[in-house]
Each structure stands twice: as structure tokens, then as C-alpha cells.
């Protein structure tokens, strides 16, 4: 009895968190002044209001034809949070194997449970959502400047050519996959365009911030510092940077 009391209780607690009441309030007005907080209840994904508002306004910020690469698409949350705050010149490539080569997936997430790691535990591969469900959403808002790419960002990678104005890493959270998104992906940033990491914002051995895993937190911790990145802001755990040169 005393056990699912302080169980209910430390539930509770988490959930008031009072000092992000006002975060919360600010990203809801926000939402609810873009028209965008009919996307949180419409797309499935992991990241928080406040997150999804940071990435509306971001994507915002973009210049005329930008281009955005999303690395880890999962339901589209995201996807339509950059989709909605960016201009219609500018075009999205979201990749992510999706609901195909599940067998893949799966030995990918085995191989992480063997080594501990608890962001296996994040992504379900029961129910993964198609490629052609979270297509059929994000056309259905009238979305028409994006493409999902079905596959493994280290092998889509091999073909690319495009200079990348905001590349958002939220792919693989094992340390060598973001390590490897970052240097196989950040080259082809423009001097001045934007990187996005999430479930990064966690110092080194220290509590720094709740919301961090291990595998995004020690690249940005490790890489993303001057002189070549300038942290601009971190939100909940989303880090965002810019290139400077
Ligand atoms: C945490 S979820 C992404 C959540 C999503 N960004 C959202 O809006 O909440 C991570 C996704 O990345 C996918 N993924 C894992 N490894 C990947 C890789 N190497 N390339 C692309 N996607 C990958 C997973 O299958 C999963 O769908």
C-alpha cells in the first residue's frame, strides 16, 4: 500500500513539475497562436510541446529554399512541427526505415538492450507507423514540400549531395550511430545553418538536466563548441546550434 503511494506520488510530482508550468503555458499559447497544437494530438512522436514549438520556430527562422533533413522520423510529430513553420519554398527529407526491414530494426535495438541501454526501451517496433500513413497525414494538413525516405541514415548518406540549411538528428540514440550522423551529416551544413539535437541536453556525470541520453549528450558535449558551434538554446533536451564556419 505504502509502495504505490509513494509511487502515485512521485507520479504526481513529475507531473506538476511546477517550474515548467510556465514553459508549458508559453508553448501552448504559442501552439494555439499558430493554429499547431492540433499536430501534438494528430502525429505520434517523443518529443514535448515546448520542443515541437522550438522546432516551429526555428524552422521558421529559415531562409527562402532551405533545406531541412530530419534524421529519425518515426509518426511525422516533428515532421509537421517543421513543416508548419517553415516557408513552402523550403523542403524536408525525413528519413527512417519505418515500419519496413523490421528484422533490421530489431537487432539494432537488441544490440543496444545487450549493452544496457535504456533509449532502447524508447522506440516500439510493434506498430512502427508506414511511411505511407505518416505521408498520407502530413499531405492531408496540405504538406507538399517534403519526402520520406525509407532507410538507414548512414546509407542514405552515401548518396547525398544537397547543402543542408537545418539538419535535425533524432535517429539511432546509441553514441556511435549520433556520432556518425553528426560527422557523416554536419559537412554538408551551410556556414550559418542550424544542427538540432534531441535527447542531448545531459552534462557529463552530472545532473545537469533530466532530460539527456547518454549517446546524444556526449557528442553534443564532446563536438558541438567553438569555434566551429555555437550553442543558440537548449529546451528540455533539444540542443540547438549553429555553424559558424
Ligand atoms: C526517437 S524516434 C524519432 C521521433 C520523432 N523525431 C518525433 O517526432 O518524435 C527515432 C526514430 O529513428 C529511427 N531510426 C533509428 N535509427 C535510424 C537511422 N540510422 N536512420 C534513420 N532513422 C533511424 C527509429 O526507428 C525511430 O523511428
Redesign the pocket.
Known amino acids: 500500500m505504502k509502495g504505490i503511494i509513494n509511487i502515485r506520488l512521485r507520479l504526481l510530482v513529475t507531473l506538476i513539475d511546477i517550474h515548467r508550468i510556465p514553459v508549458y503555458l508559453g508553448a501552448i499559447l504559442y501552439a494555439l497562436s499558430f493554429n499547431i497544437l492540433k499536430l501534438r494530438f494528430k ?5 514535448t510541446l515546448p520542443e515541437c514549438v522550438e522546432l516551429h520556430k526555428i524552422a521558421r527562422k529559415l531562409p527562402n529554399k532551405s533545406v531541412i533533413v ?10 509537421a ?1 517543421i513543416l508548419s513553420g517553415c516557408k513552402k519554398s523550403c523542403f524536408v527529407y525525413s ?4 515500419a519496413s526491414d523490421i528484422p533490421s ?1 530489431k537487432k ?1 535495438v537488441m544490440g543496444y538492450k545487450n549493452r544496457n541501454y535504456r533509449e532502447a526501451e ?2 516500439s ?1 510493434n506498430n ?2 508506414s511511411k505511407r500513413m505518416v505521408s498520407k497525414k502530413l499531405k492531408s494538413l496540405g504538406f507538399k514540400n517534403f519526402q520520406l525516405i525509407e ?4 546509407t ?1 548518406v552515401k548518396k547525398w549531395k544537397r547543402t543542408i540549411d537545418l539538419l ?1 538528428i ?4 546509441e553514441y556511435e ?1 549520433v556520432k556518425n ?1 553528426f560527422f557523416n551529416w554536419s559537412p554538408y551544413i551551410r556556414k550559418g545553418g542550424s544542427i538540432v539535437f ?2 542531448a541536453n545531459k552534462k557529463d556525470g552530472s545532473n545537469y538536466w533530466k532530460w539527456g541520453l547518454r549517446g546524444p549528450s556526449k557528442v553534443v558535449n564532446k563536438y558541438i563548441n567553438l569555434p566551429m558551434w555555437k550553442i543558440d538554446g537548449r529546451i528540455d533536451s533539444m540542443v540547438h546550434a549553429t555553424k559558424t564556419c
Open positions: 502525429f505520434y512522436g517523443m518529443i530530419e534524421i529519425g522520423c518515426f509518426g511525422g510529430l516533428a515532421t512541427y528519413i527512417d526505415p519505418f530494426q539494432i524508447k522506440v517496433l512502427k507507423p532507410g538507414f541514415s548512414d542514405v535535425w533524432d535517429g539511432n540514440h550511430a550522423d534531441h535527447d
